[in-house]
C-alpha cells in the first residue's frame, strides 16, 4: 500500500478477487444493452414509423396523432439519463417491483432508447424519395405493405447506422446504472477503480468498453457498406 496526503492507494489490483467481478459485470452490462437494445429498438422502431406515417402528408396522416407523440418524445428524450432514473423510479416500483438491481434499470433504459429509437427511426425515413412510395401505392400496395417492403428496406442502411448510433447511448446509460445497483461494468470502474483509486481497473473496464462499442461498430459499417452496394 501506498500513502500519498493521508490517501492510501493499491499498489496492485488483486485480479483473484477481480477477475470473476469484472466477468459478472460484463454480463450484467451485456444484459442491460441486448435487452434494451431489442425491446426498446423494436418499440421504437413502431413509434418511429407512426411519427413518420402521420406526418403532413404522409401514409397516415394524422396531425393530432403526430403532434401527441412529437411532444412526448420531445419531452422524454432531452432529460439527463440519470436524473430520468431517479424520475422514474415510482413507476419502476410499481412495474418491475423493485426499483434497485438490472431489471430496475433495464426498465428506464427501454423507456429512454424507445423515445431515442423513434426521433432516429424517423429522421432516417424522411429522406426516402416519395416518387418510389407514390410508385407502389399506384400499383395498389396497401399502406402496411408499403411500410413493409419498401419505406424500411429504402432506409435500412442508414438505420443500421443509426442503431449502431443508439447502442452507444445504450451503453452510455447502463454505466449510470450503477447508481441503483444495475452494477455493470461503470459500476466496476467506479467502485473498484476510481473509489479505490486503482486506475488498472478503471482502464480495464474502460478498454472492454471501447472494444465492445468498436466491434459493434464495425459490424454495422460493414453491413451498411453491402446494403449500399446493392
Known amino acids: ?20 467481478l469484472l466477468f459478472e459485470s460484463i454480463g450484467q452490462t451485456l444484459e442491460m444493452v441486448l435487452v434494451t437494445m431489442i425491446v426498446g429498438g423494436i418499440l421504437g422502431l ?15 396522416e394524422n396531425a393530432v396523432v403526430y403532434r401527441i407523440l412529437d411532444v412526448i418524445v420531445n419531452i422524454i428524450r432531452p ?30 433504459m427501454i423507456i429512454m432508447c424507445t423515445m431515442a429509437t423513434s426521433r432516429l427511426v424517423e429522421q432516417n ?7 418510389v412510395i407514390e410508385a407502389a401505392r399506384a400499383m395498389g400496395a396497401s399502406k402496411f405493405t408499403i411500410v413493409r417492403t419498401v419505406l424500411i428496406p429504402e432506409a435500412l442502411a442508414p438505420l443500421i447506422l443509426a442503431y449502431a448510433f443508439l447502442f452507444i447511448g445504450v451503453f452510455d ?11 455493470g461494468l461503470g459500476n466496476f470502474a467506479i467502485a473498484y477503480g476510481y473509489q479505490k483509486f486503482d486506475q488498472t481497473v478503471t482502464w480495464t473496464a474502460v478498454i472492454i468498453m471501447i472494444v465492445l462499442v468498436q466491434v459493434v461498430q464495425g459490424v454495422a459499417n460493414a453491413i451498411a457498406k453491402h446494403l449500399l452496394k446493392r
Open 1 to 20: 500500500m501506498t500513502q500519498i496526503e493521508g490517501v492510501t492507494l493499491a499498489s496492485r489490483s488483486d485480479w483473484t478477487v477481480l477477475r470473476p
Open 46 to 60: 413502431v413509434l418511429g414509423v407512426v411519427l413518420y406515417g402521420t406526418r403532413p402528408g404522409n401514409l397516415f
Open 79 to 108: 432529460i439527463p439519463f440519470i436524473i430520468f432514473l431517479a424520475a422514474m423510479q415510482p413507476l419502476t416500483i410499481k412495474v418491475i417491483g423493485t426499483s434497485i438491481g438490472t431489471a430496475a434499470a433495464i426498465f428506464p
Open 125 to 131: 425515413l424522411v429522406p426516402v424519395d416519395s416518387g
Open 173 to 183: 446509460m447502463s454505466a449510470m446504472a450503477g447508481y441503483i445497483g444495475g452494477g
